[in-house]
Nanobody, 119 residues
Framework: QVQLVESGGGLVQPGGSLRLSCAAS????????MGWYRQAPGKERELVAL???????NYANSMKGRFTISRDNAKNTVYLQMNSLKPEDTAVYYC?????????????WGQGTQVTVSS
């Protein structure tokens, strides 16, 4: 089992910045990748950014160049630095962990944190 705790969401003005944090605990040795997804009202959940255990990153096109995903292995924590925020970035942001082993292959999700971009 993996538990994910998110923090850092809130209200920010257009053009501002936020940094989201996601701390993992439990069977962290099974985690192969961690990332961030978001879901706005009436829209499908979409990938924001992903980082593998090997440090390879992947970004959605709309976020590339503005958002940066990083990790601190010592703290078992993944960060999402969000710059130049736009109103359309308003959504609930969810932390995700993908784990696999000889016996299982699972996805784990955080509780979500609200990001609101508004003047």
């Amino acid at each position: 089992q993996v538990q994910l705790v998110e923090s850092g969401g809130g209200l920010v003005q257009p053009g501002g910045s936020l940094r989201l944090s996601c701390a993992a605990s439990g069977s962290i040795f099974t985690i192969k990748a961690m990332g961030w997804y978001r879901q706005a009202p009436g829209k499908e959940r979409e990938l924001v950014a992903l980082i593998t255990s090997g440090g390879i990153t992947n970004y959605a096109n709309s976020m590339k160049g503005r958002f940066t995903i990083s990790r601190d292995n010592a703290k078992n924590t993944v960060y999402l630095q969000m710059n130049s925020l736009k109103p359309e970035d308003t959504a609930v942001y969810y932390c995700n962990a993908q784990s696999s082993s000889y016996y299982s292959n699972r996805n784990y999700w955080g509780q979500g944190t609200q990001v609101t971009v508004s003047s």
